[in-house]
């Protein structure tokens, strides 16, 4: 089969098309013909690191896991002695390690099945970004009816799912974007746009009783004075300065009073909150937004231009 290795540092260039084995699922797992993926921060940010600190995480030499991709939709192929909840012919998705790839094997409680009322393409759109949203939202910021939720960086791959996810719990929203954003993310149920070109939310005077910052460039001082007495502040993204203070200063500044900093992880992909994601779909009450499709031997360019052009929601890498 056909699939995406990362094999050497450099830039996006550097993403090799290769011919490899088919997996084969082990008795717990789900092997997937893959029809989309696609592309998150953890594929892309590497090329917009520092080589030094990339390789010492990654590898000195070269990248350990020359694997690309996490996010997958696709059919069943064939399942592990073990699975009972797919079949062959199945349509899912959700994650997979290896994903820019023509098949991918993960266990079933990483899929579910894709609902009727979305494509491949909308549906390998949600898995990662989406998860971030909710977990963000709900288990880290405790959400709650009736809040006013702000979400920094709304018109992203994980700001759009916040925007719509924050409705979906009855929040008032106030979404930050740039000035082409602001139709795109006020008709997915913002209430209040902010052009962050024009206005810095964290100085004009309104405060916020949760903050989803997904790639806003604040420092987390300025953030603290945009919060309501017991406002809380969770850091999912952004450039690596202001992921730094909220891991660092984070847990020092939420002991001086009743406002809190956290810094969120990567999302947990569990069967659970993918089922949560599928029944919103099914809903309506979240719609990717899908700015580009590549097809896989052209997805170093595809990262290259969410690199360069700031993507409006996600790019997807098709599987013929």
Not at 13 to 31: C, I, S
Not at 62 to 84: C, H, L, N, Y
Not at 214 to 229: E, Q
Not at 294 to 299: A, D, H
Request: glycine share 10%.
């Amino acid at each position: 089969m056909k699939t995406i290795l990362y094999t050497e540092y450099g830039p996006p260039d550097v993403l090799q098309l290769t011919e490899v084995e088919k997996p084969t699922p082990k008795e717990n797992q789900v092997l997937v013909k893959v029809h989309a993926a696609s592309v998150n921060a953890l594929d892309w940010r590497p090329f917009t690191m520092s080589p030094i600190f990339i390789r010492l995480i990654s590898g000195l030499r070269k990248p350990r896991d020359p694997q690309m991709g996490v996010d997958i939709a696709g059919t069943v192929e064939a399942v592990g002695s073990s699975v009972t909840e797919f079949k062959p012919g199945d349509e899912v998705f959700g994650v997979a390690p290896g994903a820019f790839a023509e098949y991918a094997c993960n266990g079933e409680s990483k899929l579910v099945l894709k609902p009727a009322n979305v494509s491949f393409e909308e549906a390998a759109a949600v898995p990662v970004a989406a998860l971030t949203a909710l977990q963000g939202l709900r288990d880290i910021g405790k959400i709650q009816p009736g809040q006013k939720v702000l979400i920094d960086g709304a018109s992203g791959g994980v700001g759009i799912f916040a925007v719509q996810i924050a409705k979906s719990y009855g929040a008032e929203v106030t979404a930050v974007c740039s000035t082409r954003n602001l139709d795109m993310v006020r008709s997915f149920g913002a209430d209040y746009v902010i052009d962050y070109t024009r206005e810095d939310f964290t100085k004009n005077g309104l405060r916020y009783d949760l903050i989803l910052a997904v790639n806003g460039n604040h420092p987390i001082l300025d953030y603290r004075r945009a919060l309501s007495p017991q406002g809380i502040c969770v850091v999912a993204g952004g450039p690596l300065a202001q992921v730094f203070s909220a891991l660092l200063l984070g847990p020092v500044i939420s002991r001086l009073g009743s406002k809190k900093h956290f810094f969120m992880g990567m999302a947990k992909s569990g069967k659970e909150d993918l089922l949560v994601l599928q029944e919103l779909l099914e809903a309506g009450k979240v719609v990717p937004v899908i700015d580009k499709c590549y097809p896989l031997s052209k997805t170093a360019e595809a990262i290259s231009y969410i690199i360069e052009e700031h993507a409006r929601g996600k790019v997807i890498i098709t599987v013929e």
